[in-house]
């Protein structure tokens, strides 16, 4: 027997080794484990058996199997009263449901298991429920929630020091921050985890982080190392033999191959990947490979396939939301039935009560006596602990009157960032004396004038707080507007100190109403704290977004820290972090604190994490209810208030249908001086707005304007490259460019030009010598146009072109026309075929360059080699017309004389 036993725990423990390696060698030998157990009625071994059996099902899809190994592991370990496995399998049982999408089942294990592994100490568990918890809460979109978890998950299994523990949390937390778009600290995490991973020979953690880095990188636009880390995980991939790592690796490398343009590449990986995926469970890959060679051939051109990859991608989408649909109605009924059975047992349960009620009256009796006895000695521990917190709290309020006395001494400190703020622009005002400040600029002096003295404001808010006076002012406004005017006030300091600001905020609108007061105080004071605890040329960050009713804000920096032992502290009344390098940057302690007392007073939280030398990140969330009504409102009434609220975008409602001016498209990161511009054009043109290169170009290809004015320096694509793209488009190659910088040197003027740029202006520059410049380019390109159009019989495409690649497309068109235009079955869609383009990028080129649509340029050309033809009076009127394309002679005399304005026969 004891033999017999140690060969069962040998084929457990191969299992467990094989589990992250071979999935198919795991199942057997836990097969094996099984068989042997079940045989000797060791009971024990066979629960182990079968849960370490679901494992390995569960890794290869077979869900159905896994569940029926769990629940006889479970049945098993109650009859064994194994508490600790019960919450093993409990957790494990949540899991399976989990990764099958069905949350709510899943969520109800974790919360059968939680209590029971607190109660047993069994903090391995505690940290697995919590990690699995938050996994639900990130797939519901609640990344609050979510980190939160995770990092409860993490603070255990660091203390226990264990290490797969701490992979698997940081595996986690960095996937959340990937979802959240904070893909620099997504890319931190991961690394750390993945070094854990291969310290440990986790080969099949190590496959799935590497896929995280993958992904990560192709959000960073990085696709040679999403490559490179794609790569790599395919290889722990096969090594595991995981089918599900597998595809998920190549469809990865699908993504980062689209990424960089390699469309027939990713199309010949996404077929070898179509043709090694097979079962249910892949239908929502499927779906997405579909999706991804649809884009494949419609950015190849080829839409007969694009459509026919859509159309399969939304079939598997139906079946895979019926699948769901018939998979949501059994458990509805399985739960009826449940609840049926359930009241029949109540039933006989209530009949069996009646008859031990009489019984059971003395012992209720004696019971009650035991619950006032026991009754009053909690209200007399209550009573006991009230008294001990008061004494607390008197020895609290002698600590804080003892920090009071030295606040007065270092309330300067938090006057610093308005003032600099204030200083900034007059100190570019002093070193450029020619140089105006625009009125943004003075705007911002003002803000932040008033900012001081809202800050000695704050003493008389914290005196109020804690008189419970202080209350809320709410108004209707627009939240994003606020925040963006807040955050700005801080870039004249951030560019004095060469230090990367960086400001996410949606662009739209959000109406609610708020206490803009308080929120710009909860702002101010977090942004100053970043600044104030980072060093020159460092890393600071602003973003909001608002979800599931709460708006969410984001404060991050890569300063100094705060050591782990201060963190706790940061948000009491005058408490600073008492540290001599940093001395100088702390200010009066009431900045955070007051922030805290803002944010709770607003039925908000206010979370904080920070790591000694990497940098602090503060989460605010604070419920908000939007007033869609409102947005709409504000919409229609943008038009008399644009002047004082640039931002609402009221250049698109001022009766764009009622004006025809040419198109500009505005490419600029700054605000301010995109709204500056803006300012100057709008009157003569139509203003379409982009924040970056990468932006403008797909604004350029998807709606081209009459011109283009860009700023050189930009994030993602600079105005260079945006340059280069649009002067190699077919599509594009005819607009107009004028490029803005404020780089003044000659090299840097002449690669602007080389590019293909057709102006090139110095910032700063006269706004008047902007419109000048405009208007040429514009009216150049029309005269051009006008060129064609007049043009009696043909026209040399150099003369109207104003670049190789136009020259080269119009000496294409003319040569087809040329060759086709007798051919009466030649029409539009033949010409579209031959010149492989769409209907509407040809509509679109030759309306810019000639004035004409593909129609009207194929009939005037027709009818001008008629005309030439018949004042060479080379044949008979109804001969020239068919031999120029015309089958109906009255349609051609009709479109002659429209054109000539005398019939063919008086010509």
């Known amino acids: 027997m004891p033999q017999d036993s140690t060969k069962i725990q040998a084929y457990l423990d191969l299992s467990w080794a094989f589990l992250r390696k071979d999935l198919e060698a795991s199942l057997r030998y836990a097969d094996s484990a099984e068989q042997l157990s079940e045989k000797l009625e060791l009971l024990s071994f066979l629960a182990e058996s079968n849960r370490v059996k679901s494992f390995a099902l569960s890794g290869m899809g077979k869900y159905d199997e896994a569940e ?28 399976l449901k989990q990764i099958q999408s069905q949350y709510e089942a899943a969520m109800e294990y974790y919360m059968e298991a939680l209590p029971l592994a607190e109660e047993l100490h069994y903090k391995n568990n505690e940290a697995r429920i919590h990690s699995y918890m938050g996994g639900i809460y990130k797939i519901q979109k609640q990344y609050a929630k979510a980190i939160d978890h995770y990092r409860t998950a993490l603070g255990i299994v660091e203390n226990l020091n264990i290490k797969p523990g701490i992979s698997a949390c940081l595996t986690n937390i960095a996937s959340t921050y990937n979802e959240m778009g904070t893909y620099d600290s997504a890319l931190v995490y991961n690394k750390r985890a993945l070094f854990l991973k291969k310290e440990l020979g986790d080969d099949l953690g190590t496959g799935r982080v590497l896929n995280n880095l993958g992904v990560v990188y192709n959000n960073l636009e990085s696709f040679d190392e999403a490559e490179r880390s794609f790569s790599e995980a395919f290889s722990y991939a096969k090594k595991v033999n995981n089918p599900k790592l597998i595809a998920t690796v190549q469809y990865g490398m699908v993504s980062s191959v689209f990424g960089k343009g390699e469309y027939q590449k990713s199309i010949e990986l996404a077929k070898e990947l179509l043709g090694s995926i097979d079962s249910l469970a892949d239908l929502d890959l499927k779906v997405k490979i579909h999706q991804k060679m649809a884009k494949a051939y419609e950015k190849m051109g080829d839409y007969q396939n694009a459509y026919l990859n859509a159309s399969k991608g939304q079939i598997l989408s139906d ?41 059971n009256k003395r012992e209720n009796e004696r019971n009650a006596i035991i619950a006032l006895a026991v009754l009053a000695l909690l209200i007399s521990g209550l009573l006991y602990n009230q008294y001990r917190i008061k004494q607390k709290t008197n020895n609290e309020l002698q600590a804080l009157d003892k920090a009071k006395s030295n606040f007065f001494a270092n309330i300067s400190h938090e006057f610093r960032t308005p003032l600099t703020l204030i200083k900034g622009p007059v100190e570019r005002l002093e070193q450029n004396p020619d140089e105006k400040l625009d009125r943004e600029d003075i705007k911002m002096i003002r803000r932040n004038t008033n900012r001081v003295l809202g800050l000695v404001n704050q003493l008389l808010d914290l005196s109020r707080i804690d008189q419970g006076s202080l209350k809320l002012k709410a108004t209707e406004g627009d939240i994003y507007k606020c925040l963006r005017a807040a955050a700005s006030s801080f870039n004249s300091h951030a560019a004095q100190r060469n230090m990367d600001f960086r400001v996410s905020i949606p662009d739209g609108i959000l109406w609610a109403a708020f206490d803009r007061d308080k929120l710009e105080k909860i702002v101010y004071n977090l942004l100053s704290n970043a600044f104030k605890f980072s060093d020159d040329g460092e890393l600071v960050t602003f973003g909001a977004n608002y979800g599931n009713g709460e708006l969410n804000i984001q404060v991050s920096d890569s300063g100094r820290g705060i050591s782990e032992e201060k963190l706790p502290f940061i948000f009491d009344r005058f408490y600073q972090v008492d540290s001599g390098s940093t001395k100088e940057r702390e200010g009066s302690g009431i900045g955070l604190s007051l922030s805290k007392d803002l944010v709770e007073l607003m039925d908000g939280t206010i979370t904080v994490s920070s790591e000694e030398g990497k940098g602090t990140y503060f989460t605010v969330q604070i419920p908000i209810e939007k007033i869609e009504t409102r947005q709409s409102k504000s919409k229609k009434m943008a038009k008399p208030i644009a002047k004082d609220f640039p931002k609402a975008q009221t250049s698109d409602l001022a009766k764009p249908d009622k004006r025809n001016l040419p198109k500009v498209l505005l490419v600029e990161d700054n605000e301010d001086m995109r709204q500056f511009i803006k300012g100057h054009l709008q009157k003569d043109y139509l203003i379409q707005e982009a924040v970056n290169g990468q932006d403008g170009l797909k604004k350029a290809v998807s709606n081209p304007p009459d011109l283009v004015v860009t700023d050189l320096m930009m994030p993602k694509m600079d105005g260079i490259d945006l340059c280069k793209q649009l002067k190699t488009k077919v599509e594009t190659s005819h607009i107009p460019i004028i490029m803005l910088t404020a780089r003044a040197g000659v090299e840097n003027k002449i690669e602007g030009l080389e590019t293909g740029a057709d102006d090139y202006l110095t910032k700063p520059f006269a706004a008047n010598e902007l419109l000048a410049r405009a208007k040429n380019l514009i009216q150049q390109r029309q005269k051009l146009r006008e060129l064609f159009s007049k043009s009696k019989a043909t026209v040399d495409p150099k003369e109207i072109a104003v670049n190789s690649i136009d020259q080269k497309f119009l000496e294409q068109v003319l040569e087809l026309l040329e060759k086709e235009h007798s051919d009466p079955a030649f029409g539009v869609s033949q010409m579209q075929k031959e010149l492989a383009m769409s209907k509407t990028q040809l509509h679109r080129k030759l309306k810019a360059l000639t004035n004409e649509t593909p129609g009207e340029l194929l009939r005037n050309f027709r009818l001008k080699r008629a005309a030439q033809l018949l004042s060479q009076k080379a044949d008979t009127v109804t001969q020239i017309a068919y031999q120029v394309g015309f089958n109906n002679l009255s349609y051609f005399a009709k479109c002659f004389k429209e054109r000539f304005g005398v019939p063919p026969s008086s010509y």
């Open 68 to 95: 029926t190994g769990l629940d006889k592991a479970l049945s098993l370990f109650s009859r064994l009263d194994n508490q600790k496995m019960i919450v093993d399998t409990k957790v494990e049982f949540g899991w």
């Open 319 to 359: 079946s895979l939301y019926n699948e769901r649909i018939l998979k949501v109605t059994n458990d509805l009924e399985a739960k009826y039935q449940n609840e049926q059975k359930t009241k029949e047992i109540a039933l006989l349960a209530s009949e069996k009560e009646l008859q031990t009620l009489q019984l």
